[in-house]
């Protein structure tokens, strides 16, 4: 069996993979509240060691090492990605670079109510739409609201590497 691997670096992640942590920051304490797993944040992972997430600053390109000192465990799909689902995700991952963050919904996830904004996106919701626009489905929606615990907990995913066992 491999060892663990504990450093977020640029051959690590591929398109598709998905990157889940557990963040203590002021803006993360409200979905901290509603979820009780391990994780309260995501990120999905665009190959080249860059990440797409949606936080109160928008939706934003990042490099995958900004949560290297934080806990996370990085997923990879089990079955793997065709180029055409891949490019499919890039392609919308890419047109949602710069929109906003969705406060209702991160306000939805803390009463157990779907409140979705258009246009805006919080992490999880960011996530499961790029992998949803590729037709690539990862979590069941039950009542339209995907947290951060539901990707990581997913069946579709299996683990490359974590620190949240560390």
Known sequence: MPQPIKYLDLELS???DELCIRDFAGWAMPI?????GVVNHTAFCLGNGQ????????????PIGKYQKKRWSLLTPKIPLTAEEAKQMAVFAMAQKGKGYDYLGVLGITLNIP?????????????YGIRKAAKVIVVERVKKIVLPQ???????FKEKGNTLRI
Do not use: H, M
Not at 32 to 36: K, L, P, Y
Not at 54 to 61: F, R, S
Not at 150 to 156: E, F, K, L
């Open 115 to 127: 409140i979705n904004e258009r246009e805006k996106w919080y992490c999880s919701e960011l996530s």
């Open 51 to 62: 990440i797409i997430e949606a936080n109160p600053g928008g939706v934003k390109i990042n």
């Open 150 to 156: 539901d990707i990581y907990q997913s069946i579709y």
């Open 32 to 36: 901290r509240f509603r979820v009780t």
């Open 14 to 16: 591929s398109i598709g």
